[in-house]
């Protein structure tokens, strides 16, 4: 394999030795690029990672903060449901499918800026700090803005943290009503087969030729769940579903999908 030295490693989270099963990476990058995958089976509490070091590195959440702005809206009530109508502001943007009125469902799904920049300032900063405390969402940070934070700005989450918080958020430990985390569950959905349910949010930016690409989110598959985190930055990552096929690319790899 050309990135030998990126291999994916069972370990089970039992400090201070995690015993080890090694498979090999499917999707071998260029040393020059960096790569984190991680898995959770809930069930077995039982983790998959292919590097350690960078899994544990904090990066900007771009639009992966989709995720907890919606659940923060819908508690509030700046949204009543994922189907209230918000009118498009008239401003033209680079994606066609932005210029238009939006609901949270749809907004989530072509993962609309402007409308969750909205969201977050209807929000306000005590309130999206607050929250952003009890969540303990990565570093907390919004410190670049309320509507630009976590936009290559302040914010900072590691893959291992947003596996963290998914985990929260499904085994209902997180300070959201039963009805915000259902609803989020609902606009997550990005895939079924069978009994086989992927949900999920990607998250892309960075500079042209050297973007950091996210998709985090859980896989339900026979009663289970294996919640994930996937990151890649470097020249080969200009197509925002890069750390999305990963994913699926690895997931079936462990059979899981």
């Not at 989709?66 to 008239?90: M, R, Y």
């Not at 607050?130 to 969402?137: E, F, N, T, V």
Request: net charge neutral; glycine share 6%.
């Amino acid at each position: 394999m050309q990135h030998a030295g990126k291999l994916l490693c069972l370990a089970l989270l039992a400090p201070p030795v995690h015993p080890q099963t090694v498979i090999a990476d499917v999707l071998p990058f260029p040393e020059e690029h960096k790569f984190c995958f991680v898995l959770l089976d809930l069930a077995k509490n039982h983790y998959t990672r292919n590097d350690q070091a960078r899994c544990a590195e904090r990066l900007s959440p771009w639009s992966t903060f989709k995720i907890p702005n919606s659940l923060i809206s819908l508690e509030l009530g700046i949204v009543q449901d994922t189907n209230q109508v918000t009118k498009w502001d008239g401003v033209v943007r680079e994606r066609p499918e932005w210029n238009s009125d939006q609901t949270l469902a749809s907004a989530f799904s072509v993962s609309a800026v402007w409308y969750y920049q909205r969201l977050a300032r209807e929000t306000g900063e005590k309130r999206m700090r607050d929250y952003l405390q009890r969540i303990h969402y990565g570093n907390e940070d919004i410190s670049g803005g309320i509507d630009r934070f976590w936009l290559d700005s302040s914010l900072r989450i590691s893959a291992d943290e947003q596996v963290d918080f998914l985990r929260r958020l499904l085994q209902r430990q997180l300070p959201f009503s039963a009805r915000t985390v259902d609803l989020v569950q609902q606009i997550m959905v990005v895939s079924r087969t069978g009994d086989t349910m992927l949900r999920g949010k990607t998250g892309f930016g960075g500079p042209a030729g050297d973007r950091l690409n996210w998709f985090v989110g859980y896989l339900e598959r026979s009663g289970n769940r294996y919640i994930f985190a996937t990151n890649v930055e470097g020249r080969v990552v200009d197509d925002p579903q890069t750390a999305r096929r990963i994913t699926e690319a690895h997931l079936r790899q462990l059979n899981l999908l």
